[in-house]
């Protein structure tokens, strides 16, 4: 908003210019295919068979994981899902067969943090929860969640999702490190700056441990 006032570009004038000028993929579905016999090309011949998977686009417009920017204000990247919409990514990833999958809202906001417990933790648990039921739901439905947020504390609740289905992989892109923990710092107060280490189990139990399921 104060880039606006000052005449520079708006976030979502500037994702909207990204957007129009990318060649963007065939995201909207994917067709995972595994090998199988096929009897009508011969023994021992095998093809890819495979069944198309729509992308589901969900919303998570948390900040949950942040410090404020400064004091009495809270952090804006809650605000990404609906700008992104707003410049057309939602739209353009529509037009390759994404769908809508809605919303989970985070609770409100609060600078809560003391010694020993995370900003924001309890409201971090539950809406981790919430959204790993949403991911879960689209996964068992044959779709593939893609979760628009937020901060990185995100991250344990795509991880948790994946937890309750079994044991996946993990592949981690981002311009920290993300694994400040207990371990190494005694400064942990931001989950958004420490997802990593929460994702292997290395940080408190209360978000590297969900329902007992960690590391996820």
């Known amino acids: 908003d104060s880039w606006t006032a000052a005449g520079r570009p708006s976030m979502a004038s ?25 009897s009508d090309e011969g023994i021992g011949t095998q093809r890819r068979v495979g069944r198309l998977m ?4 969900v919303s998570a417009p948390s900040n949950l994981g942040l410090r404020p920017p400064q004091p009495t204000s809270v952090p804006g990247c809650a ?6 919409r707003e ?15 809605g919303v989970v809202l985070p609770g409100r906001y609060a600078d809560d943090a003391v010694p020993g417990r995370l900003r924001n933790q309890g409201l971090i648990v539950e809406h981790a929860r919430r959204l790993a039921e ?46 400040r923990h207990p371990g190494n710092s005694a400064a942990c107060a931001s989950l958004a700056g420490e997802d990593l280490a929460a994702a292997v189990g290395r940080h408190w139990p209360a978000v590297a441990d969900m329902d007992g399921l960690g590391p996820y």
């Open 54 to 57: 729509t992308m589901a686009l």
């Open 87 to 101: 410049a057309g990514l939602f739209q353009r990833l529509a037009e390759f067969g994404a769908v809508d999958a």
């Open 14 to 38: 500037s994702i909207r210019c990204a957007i129009s000028s990318s060649a963007l993929p065939l995201c909207g579905t994917y067709r995972p295919s595994t090998w199988v016999e096929s």
């Open 79 to 84: 605000k990404a899902p609906e700008a992104l």
């Open 134 to 179: 949403r991911i879960g739901a689209l996964r068992q439905a044959g779709q593939i969640p893609l979760v628009i947020g937020g901060d990185c504390s995100l991250l344990v609740a795509a991880g948790l999702a994946l937890r309750r289905a079994g044991r996946y992989g993990l592949a981690h892109l981002d311009g920290h490190t993300d694994f």
